[in-house]
């Protein structure tokens, strides 16, 4: 089993920066994928970020791509993501995940199935 346990949500103004962590904790292995999604009410989440432990390669939704970065510290096993230039429409409850990166394709499903959620962290941007 895996642990998550996201922190650094929070009210800011658009443009504004905010960023998240979240602390891994229990079974991890090299081969995982970690990220982050995005859940706004009536909608399934969205996927936001992923980086990959093994190599540190990206992926992120068009939307956040060149505001958001999302990072990685194996030694904490620990992923981050930075939110540059946060618009209304990035608010939301925001969930990291883990899970194998051979089934990372399971990601971008709708709805997502990644292996492990963490319990979500609100984030709030005014306009």
């Known amino acids: 089993q895996v642990q998550l346990v996201e922190s650094g949500g929070g009210l800011v103004r658009a443009g504004g920066s905010l960023r998240l962590s979240c602390a891994a904790s229990g079974r991890t292995f090299s081969s995982y994928a970690m990220g982050w999604f995005r859940q706004t009410p009536g909608k399934e989440r969205t996927f936001v970020a992923l980086?990959?432990?093994?190599?540190?390669?990206?992926n992120y939704a068009d939307s956040v791509k060149g505001r958001f970065t999302i990072s990685m510290d194996n030694a904490k096993n620990t992923v981050y993501l930075q939110m540059n230039s946060l618009k209304p429409e990035d608010a939301g409850v925001y969930y990291c995940?883990?899970?194998?990166?051979?089934?990372?394709?399971?990601?971008?499903?709708?709805?997502?199935?990644?292996?492990?959620w963490g319990q979500g962290t609100q984030v709030t941007v005014s306009s």
């Open positions: 995940a883990a899970g194998s990166m051979l089934y990372a394709n399971r990601w971008y499903t709708n709805p997502p199935r990644p292996d492990y």
């Open positions: 980086i990959s432990r093994s190599d540190g390669s990206t």
